[in-house]
């Protein structure tokens, strides 16, 4: 099973991502996890990268799409995988399409999560992550019970350099998800909408509930 997560930055997309994927049994394969990777490991991929990230802008396509390429192809990800952050433009999606295809596979559905932008920026501003084990928290939603400091590790907390206020405010600019890439999905009637404005807890079961509609859908189908 393949199951894309749409959305603007700050939706709680990764953190659902990671939930599904654990609940289901998916290889999580995050574009902006890999990237933050190549950009600690300071690997070319990463240097290039960069300079978009730290402008909130997207990487180029053919970068994004050869990377992603790469992962679709290791051995967790032959089972099925949530892509959180992947596809951001029709480009990126039609790629995916035939790099699944390519295996025998094809995306079951796009779930776009939405929120108001005042929410994600309040949301981002106050987001804290553990760069030893990638784990997310939110001040307001989401606290450490020790302020700094991760509740899974003991990692010290940082803010990622992209979460800075006129970062956010340009990354919602430039990466909202495109309305032909919502239509693309729409069209092939793989789409459901979730409001991610809800808490954590109540968006959990309503991505699942759409996934397993989606499923029943396609085994009346097969
Ligand atoms: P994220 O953690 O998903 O917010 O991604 C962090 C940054 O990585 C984004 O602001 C982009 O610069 C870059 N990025 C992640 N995924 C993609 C993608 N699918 N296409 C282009 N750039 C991406």
Request: net charge negative.
């Amino acid at each position: 099973m393949y199951v894309i997560l749409l959305g603007p930055p700050g939706t709680g997309k990764g953190t659902q991502a990671k939930l599904i994927a654990e609940k289901l049994g998916l290889a999580h394969v995050s574009t902006g996890d890999m990237f933050r990777e190549n950009v600690a490991k300071g690997t070319d991929l990463g240097k290039q990268a960069k300079t978009y990230m730290d402008r909130g802008e997207l990487v180029p396509d053919e970068v994004t799409i050869g990377m992603l390429g790469e992962r679709v192809r290791q051995p967790d990800a032959q089972r099925g995988a949530v892509f959180d952050g992947f596809p951001r433009t029709l480009e990126q999606a039609k790629a995916l399409d035939s790099m699944l295809a390519a295996q025998g596979m094809s995306a079951n559905i796009a779930l776009h999560v939405t929120a108001s932008d005042d929410e994600i920026v309040r949301r981002l501003s106050g987001r804290w992550t553990c760069p030893k084990c990638g784990e997310i928290y939110q001040q307001d939603s989401r606290p450490t019970s020790q302020p700094g400091i991760c509740d899974n590790c003991g990692g010290q907390l940082g803010q990622r350099d992209d979460d800075k206020p006129d970062v956010i405010r340009s990354r919602l600019e430039k990466q909202r998800p495109p309305a032909e890439l919502i239509d693309y999905y729409r069209d092939q009637g793989k789409l459901a909408e979730v409001d991610g404005q809800q808490d954590i807890a109540t968006v959990t079961p309503e991505l699942l509930a759409a996934i397993g509609k989606s499923t029943s859908r396609a085994g009346a189908t097969s």
